[in-house]
């Protein structure tokens, strides 16, 4: 059964920078692609940023561009999101994002991390 991992959530203070990581893992034949979600209290959840393996084409949210930047490792099947000038605006929890392929399936389907809390605050 193919996983994905978060760690790397945390408080920051407001113009402050965090970096969070995704690890893929077990049975998996291959993977499109990985990216981070997010959801705040009373909010649906949205796009953060997405990222392919093949040829590693980026989308962002408005929201996060030329502040947020997602970046992977194929050969670890890991995807990070460096976040900087971070906002009280960007708390919220962070779930990371990847459309796979499991060992012995025949169609990718979207794999869903526990998510990670992200606060920012003075």
């Known amino acids: 059964q193919a996983q994905l991992m978060e760690s790397g959530g945390g408080l920051v203070q407001p113009g402050g920078s965090l970096r969070l990581s995704c690890a893929a893992s077990?049975?998996?034949?291959?993977?499109?692609?990985m990216g981070w979600y997010r959801q705040a209290p009373g909010k649906e959840r949205e796009l953060v940023a997405t990222?392919?393996?093949?040829?590693?084409?980026?989308n962002y949210a408005d929201s996060v561009k030329d502040r947020f930047t997602i970046s992977r490792d194929n050969a670890k099947k890991t995807v990070y999101l460096q976040m900087s000038s971070l906002k009280r605006e960007d708390t919220a929890v962070y779930y990371c994002?990847?459309?796979?392929?499991?060992?012995?399936?025949?169609?990718?389907?979207?794999?869903w991390g526990q998510g990670t809390q992200v606060t920012v605050s003075s």
């Open positions: 994002n990847a459309r796979m392929i499991s060992t012995g399936s025949f169609f990718p389907r979207d794999y």
């Open positions: 990222i392919t393996t093949v040829g590693g084409s980026t």
């Open positions: 077990g049975s998996i034949f291959s993977i499109d692609r």
